[in-house]
């Protein structure tokens, strides 16, 4: 069964520093992987998805994320953090085929000035 | 451009009260339509996905029940609420085919006196 893994709760970094958000998943297929941002009291904005074409995935707000079959993992990172980038972050796979999706539990980026 | 409407944005209702919450999709025919609840620090329990107007899959067994009436209409109903149905509910939509990313509505808050 599909499953995602997020390392981490919390992340703490502040403005200007690099922001690094680590995603690995697992999946008995070849993965579709996306990531979400959530601010508070909203719903999921989509990132960036992985569907097999590019390695680097270049997404919106400045984010990119990495897919590396060989760790499964599917990173996601952005050169400068702003301290409008404090938000939830989650990493979600395909499951079963369809486009349910599997979330992981999040990973709340904290930025200070 | 598509959109997806979600009201009402906050509710607060007693226990064994009825519910209803409506969710609508603009501008795409023939969406895969989702309900997902997030518990507070955690990530998205999905609840109920619809392929077709009528077509209702349950993920899990639960206080709730989904009905899609129109091709672009999605409905959360429950007919006696439990404490434990508190929660953030999110609706979203998505193309149908692999790799298809989901967009969420902005989400109703529902709390349980």
């Known amino acids: 069964a599909q499953s995602v893994t997020q390392l981490g709760s919390h992340v703490s970094v502040s403005e200007g520093a690099l922001v690094l958000l680590r995603c690995n998943y697992s999946s008995s297929v070849p993965p579709y992987l996306f990531w979400y941002v959530q601010y508070p009291n909203q719903g999921l904005q989509l990132l960036l998805k992985?569907?097999?074409?590019?390695?680097l995935v270049k997404g919106i707000n400045g984010f990119e994320a990495e897919f590396k079959k060989s760790e499964t993992s599917f990173h996601l990172t952005k050169p400068s953090a702003h301290m409008s980038d404090a938000a939830e972050y989650f990493c979600a796979v395909n499951r079963d085929g369809f486009q349910k999706l599997v979330f992981g539990t999040g990973t709340r980026l904290l930025v200070s000035p | 451009s598509q959109t997806i409407h979600q009201w009402p944005a906050t509710l607060v209702q007693p226990v064994g009260s009825p519910l209803s919450l409506e969710c609508t999709v603009e501008?795409?025919?023939?969406?895969?339509l989702y309900w997902y609840r997030q518990a507070a620090g955690r990530g998205l329990q999905l609840l109920f996905y619809s392929v077709g107007i009528g077509q209702i899959s349950s993920e899990v067994p639960q206080n709730l029940s989904a009905s899609r009436p129109q091709d672009r209409q999605f409905i959360l109903s429950s007919k006696k609420l439990l404490l434990s149905d508190s929660g953030f509910y999110l609706c979203a939509w998505s193309v149908a085919g692999p790799g298809q990313p989901q967009h969420f509505g902005d989400g109703t808050r529902l709390s349980i006196l």
């Open positions: 501008g795409t025919s023939n969406p895969n």
């Open positions: 992985y569907t097999s074409a590019a390695t």
